[in-house]
């Protein structure tokens, strides 16, 4: 989908963030490292870095969303850089604006970013093509497509934990089909070069082309989770379903739900993830959720620091110029 966009410059520095598709392992690894030199900087008395001081980022959210949209913001306002927040609920796309018209008003304004959330897959990358030069296109989020921020942001939560990608066996739980985050998380996965990815779901919600993503399928939890170091659990996205394709949410978590009895499956220091928003009762039981293998809520912490580095990295403030 993104061959037409180039995803980075001459000199390989990045310039839009649409897909993890066609990035090398040090590449991603450049951003991990970025990320890290921020990681530490929401808990220090003066939170604020001037790198993108000066710059204007617009957030482009025609699909609602809590935790990316407000990770996103903070990130860019830690950054320094000027936010506009563009609500299409009030928006004259609601009036009927194309998107490409909308393009051009918010270009007006001299935006320098536009982090892009859109419901339908391929819309980044139409703004990106039609984007005029010099301004950086973040794909929030786009249907079926990828979630790029979100896929290194669990990469980076699995490199605190676990430090080296390569021995690692990763589990990914759940709404397969429907999920841009997993797609996302497969090519981070493979590309960082772990061990093995395992995608644990039921026939109807693995998409058809499943075993050529580089993963090893199971239909059964019980047996997938076997031995594994991280297990990502992943929302049932039922504002995507075409079809009823489970017979209720019930019978869902009685066979793929994770509960304590199924976590004792995994390896002892497993860590449990989740993208959110979490679905207690249906994808994870709340004792899983709250408990100590759970690192839920530092994905949300580590998702500022991922999107302060792709941001500052996209706008030309290197990795150098990073707090120390």
């Known amino acids: 989908m993104n061959s037409q966009i180039r995803q980075t410059d001459s000199q390989g520095r990045l310039r839009h963030f649409l897909s993890i598709e066609g990035f090398r392992r040090e590449q991603l690894e450049q951003i991990l490292d970025t990320a890290e030199s921020f990681a530490m900087l929401p808990g220090r008395q003066v939170k604020k870095v001037p790198l993108l001081r000066g710059k204007i980022i617009t957030n482009l959210f025609f699909e609602n969303s809590t935790r990316t949209r407000t990770t996103f913001e903070l990130a860019a306002k830690l950054l320094s850089a000027d936010v506009i ?70 990469m980076f939560t699995i490199r605190r934990h676990k430090g080296d990608f ?71 996205q039922k504002e995507r379903m075409e079809h009823a394709l489970l017979p209720s949410e019930h019978e869902y978590f009685q066979l793929y739900g994770l509960t304590t009895e199924r976590l004792r499956r995994a390896g002892p220091d497993a860590i449990v993830m989740h993208p959110g928003p979490i679905n207690r009762g249906v994808e994870i039981a709340s004792e899983v959720a709250d408990g100590p293998q759970s690192v839920i809520l530092q994905q949300v912490s580590y998702g500022i620091a991922v999107r302060m580095a792709v941001m500052s990295m996209a706008l030309g403030a290197t990795a150098g110029e990073a707090p120390s």
């Not at 973040?138 to 249907?143: F, T």
């Not at 693995?206 to 019980?222: I, S």
């Not at 297990?231 to 049932?236: K, S």
């Open 85 to 154: 927040n563009f609500n299409v609920n009030v928006s004259a796309t609601a009036k009927g604006e194309t998107l490409l018209d909308t393009l051009r008003n918010i270009e007006a304004m001299h935006s320098d970013m536009f982090v892009v959330r859109h419901q339908a897959s391929g819309a980044a990358h139409f703004i990106a093509r039609h984007a005029a030069p010099g301004v950086s296109v973040i794909n929030a989020g786009d249907g079926r497509h990828a979630h790029p921020t979100q896929a290194m942001l669990d």
């Open 166 to 236: 390569t021995p690692l066996r990763v589990a990914i739980v759940g709404d397969i089909q429907h999920s841009r985050v997993a797609r996302s998380q497969i090519m981070a996965l493979n590309t960082l070069g772990v061990s093995e990815v395992r995608v644990i779901a039921p026939r109807t919600l693995l998409p058809a082309e499943a075993r050529t993503l580089g993963v090893h399928v199971y239909h059964n939890l019980e047996q997938g989770l076997e031995d594994v170091d991280v297990i990502i659990m992943l929302r049932l």
